[in-house]
């Protein structure tokens, strides 16, 4: 058999077995040991029927022995049995493990791409970077701060850019509000007069339109006029 379980007594005489025949011979009559069993246990080879075999012994406390026998090759059938077990559930945490980087790596990757995105899309100007935040690690309260900070710049420039205008409007109405429009006029009609009376055609025409010209754009306040109302100007 593969596999053998004896009980024998101090002078080596099998008195439990499982094959009946063994009963009552010497255990050296049926295996070919390599030493005597001594000790009160121990390993050692041995050979039966031209097959070689693994002994384990023990020593009870009746001065009887348990010994347990068992072939080479099932030995070593069981050991690759186990190795390709053992080599099973290492390839499983392997994939496993694999696995985890790729779809951690993944994750991460998509996260830096989504913020080298809204770097771009800051870059070319536009300031308005809706991003739906998902968890709370540290990427994702960077990219919170990243979207926050581009929606204060925006808020910061529309603000300047306001205001600016604000103020090219307040220095022009200002001028405007410095140049007498009656003053200008009497004087304007006084050189139109003159040259009149100098029978200076020319420059009376001039000063008359120069005179329209202000009045269209100084006494109205306007400062876009139509079409129809810059060709009597001019």
């Known amino acids: ?53 693994v002994v384990r012994h023990h020593l009870l406390e009746n001065g009887w022995r348990v010994v347990g026998l068992m072939s080479y090759n099932n030995l070593l059938h069981k050991v690759n049995s186990k190795l390709v077990q053992l080599l099973g559930v290492c390839s499983a945490f392997l994939l496993l493990a694999v696995s985890l980087v790729f779809f951690t790596s993944r994750f991460w990757t998509r996260k830096i791409k989504t913020l080298i995105r809204f770097m771009k899309q800051l870059e070319e100007g536009d300031f308005n970077i809706p991003y739906v935040y ?32 604000a103020k090219k409007e307040a220095e022009l109405n200002n001028l405007q ?44 306040g306007k400062n876009l006029i139509t079409i129809e109302e810059e060709i009597n100007i001019t």
């Not at 094959?19 to 050979?47: Q, R, V």
């Not at 009656?182 to 005179?211: C, E, G, P, Q």
């Open 177 to 220: 509000s410095l140049i007498n429009p009656h003053f200008l006029y009497n004087t304007l009609s006084s050189i139109s007069l003159l040259a009149r009376k100098n029978n200076d055609w020319d420059v009376m025409h001039m000063v008359n339109h120069l005179s329209r010209f202000y009045r269209s754009t100084l006494s109205k």
């Open 134 to 165: 998902s968890g709370k690690d540290e990427f994702n309260e960077m990219l919170e701060s990243f979207s926050n900070m581009s929606r204060k710049i925006n808020h910061l420039i529309q603000e300047v850019y306001i205001k600016e205008i």
């Open 1 to 53: 058999n593969e596999e053998q379980m004896l009980v024998i007594d101090s002078l080596g005489t099998v008195v439990a077995s499982a094959d009946k025949e063994n009963i009552g011979k010497p255990i050296n009559a049926l295996y070919s040991l390599s030493s005597e069993l001594t000790g009160n246990e121990g390993w050692l080879d041995g050979y039966h029927n031209g097959n070689k075999v």
